[in-house]
């Protein structure tokens, strides 16, 4: 990650957190971020709290060098368009967590154009039902302005990555409460 901290601030890119030291370290956590820029997952994953795992879209995997690097480090492939794969990657998800990682999903899926929120999948939250792991909305603002979707090129400028107060999935009586619990806070919104 050090090289990827480096490589951001040769850019240009500044990181300021909000909220992190407020969280608690012994327990694994589900980090749910808003998705507006390549540039989300090197902002926010030096900057999570211990060792942490990513859901990450199945085609990233193809990518030579790439993949190899995600596979080393843990990450979970996610078959966006095979219902039954899907389910299969949260139950991979849940072991990465038991072994004590956090998890880092973005609940939309994929990123936003607009910066506005897209609906979520069902996925991460069953994922956090079936676990009763905490849930910590976490928001990222600036990387839209830096590198918009569909952009190659770098702006200079700062990131603040905001860590909410962590959600108890056990205060739901299902998916759906949960979705609107962290949908209601507006705090994902960009």
């Keep these: 990650m050090r090289g990827v901290t480096s490589a951001l601030r040769i850019a240009g890119v500044k990181v300021e957190t909000e909220g992190r030291e407020e969280l608690e370290r012994s327990r694994s956590c589900i980090f749910m971020c808003n998705h507006v820029s390549n540039l989300d997952a090197p902002i926010v994953v030096p900057v999570l709290p211990g060792r942490t795992s990513i859901l990450v879209k199945k085609e990233l995997f193809r990518i030579p060098i790439l993949g190899w690097a995600m596979r080393m480090a843990s990450l979970v492939p996610v078959d966006r ?3 039954d794969s899907a389910i299969s990657n949260i139950e991979k998800a849940a072991k990465v967590m038991k072994s004590g990682l956090h998890m880092m999903i973005y609940p939309e899926g994929t990123r936003s154009t607009d910066g506005g929120l897209l609906p979520f999948k069902k996925g991460p939250f069953h994922l956090a039902l079936n676990t009763g792991i905490p849930v910590v909305p976490v928001t990222i603002l600036g990387s839209l302005e830096m590198m918009p ?15 909410h107060q962590p959600i108890d999935p056990a205060r739901f009586k299902d998916r759906d409460e949960l979705i609107e619990a962290v949908r209601s806070r507006d705090c994902l919104r960009s």
């Design 81 to 83: 368009s095979d219902r």
């Design 149 to 163: 979707k569909g952009k190659t090129r770098i702006r200079a400028g700062i990131a603040r990555v905001i860590f």
